[in-house]
């Protein structure tokens, strides 16, 4: 055997140097270690079930194409197939066929030699790659996975799915699976798959389940490490997407939206304000009673069929822009009417208006909301911004509010019974799904302890509001410096 063939075997033949040599990856400790588990599982058709979860953005993706690549060039010679599956087609499946054709077509040792079959099919030599959406669906019969099965994004496919279409797979060969993704919640595929290779492992020693949290990756990449850091300073590291996505751990699925911590972050750190302050600036947050909630109907959450319209005005304190890039917002002024006219209520809102000043209205103009927004926005133009409440657009404002109470940036300077009530009896669900959908709102239906009346969520709804303003770009304005300069013409007079 020639020089050169010798070390071409000898690069293909070991996944780092197939990745490094290759294709001018290095693969870090925390990929390999996987990759080997799963190659070794493969080639000695051990038929094991692998967890992979990794901190987003620390390179499960770039692990699981290069692995693909590896294992088709490794097995060309052979009639097998890989099947992999993400949670939807567009643009997940996508994504994953334009990652793995790179990978193909920037190594030396597969740029030549693989081709496509069809949309969703890659191959070298035999061995075939299949590209496929978990979507409930999509029609994947047919398809079998004879060398290995891929779940990518796990947590986001509906373990039904999985069982029925993608288990009968692997039956003829009793071919490897790999199951990745991050952590959502204990209701996921992700999550179950999870517990099951724990207890596999403690049956036979054999390590199943690779764990990589944002604290193991930034021991190797510091730079993500600092970006870790400016995440929890924007949304704080009890934020639902900072505790699941990059540290690794379950959120419930259904649970108090707002906790006792939450609720301390939210203690007022100054004495109420009845009247506006002298410079200081302002903004109006108006949940609108008697809106469409049909669009956003929440299972029992929102209380459908209200007609309360809500009223918060925030101070917004810019003082804290210099070390979180953000403001602080203080509530410190709630108002409500019930039953009352949009007409009657747009000359309360004026009247507030011209007391308060504010630089912003923010109004839910969903439904019948439409018509108080438009006439606030005539009278108040550009400093009118409207809000139209969607499922997804309430989960946006329900994080964002999350992550604004978390980092402690809004204080309620004007509390009351009614209100607290409204916040201990608030409730989130945490859909599964790429969209990671977020519904909450006070349960239909929930009465209050003492009283018996009827708990809305009309002043959270109005609270959370301050979501929007956090959107926006704030800058605090300074003094206009002159700086005199030279006189170029007196100095060309001097010259002559």
Known sequence: MSTLKQTIKQIAKKFNTFTERGGGITMRRYQLEPAK????????KRGLTFVVIMSRQAGKDELISNLMAYLCNLFAHRDVGIVVANPTYKPQTINAIMRFEKRLSTNLLTKMFWSKRSDFMRMIGQCIVSFLSADASANV???TASLALIINEAQDVEPATY?????PMVASTNATRIICGTVWTSKTLLARETRAALQAEKADGIRRVFLYTADNIRKIVPAYGQFIDNE??????????IKTQYFCEEIDELAGMFNARRLALMQADREKIINPGEGAIYAMLIDVGGQDEALINLDGMGNPGRD????????IDLSTLEIQQAPTYRTVHRNSWHGDNHVTIFSNLTAYATI????YIVIDATGVGEGLWAMLAKKYRERVLPVKFTQQTKSEIGYGF?????????????????????????????LIGPQKTMRWGVKDGSRSAATRELIHDDYITADALTAILDKLEWYISSETTIIES???LQEMDHAY
């Open 308 to 315: 309360y319209t809500t009223l918060s005005i925030v101070e």
């Open 486 to 488: 030279d006189d170029v």
């Open 402 to 430: 999350i992550g604004i109470i978390e980092t402690g940036r809004f204080k309620d300077c004007a509390p009351s019974e009614t209100v607290r009530e409204q916040y201990e009896n608030c409730e989130s669900e945490i």
């Open 141 to 143: 019969v047919g398809a």
């Open 163 to 167: 069982d029925k279409k993608f288990v």
């Open 356 to 359: 308060w000043n504010p630089l």
């Open 37 to 44: 588990a799963i190659i070794d599982s493969i080639v000695h």
């Open 232 to 241: 929890i300073k924007k949304l704080g590291r009890q934020h639902p997407l």
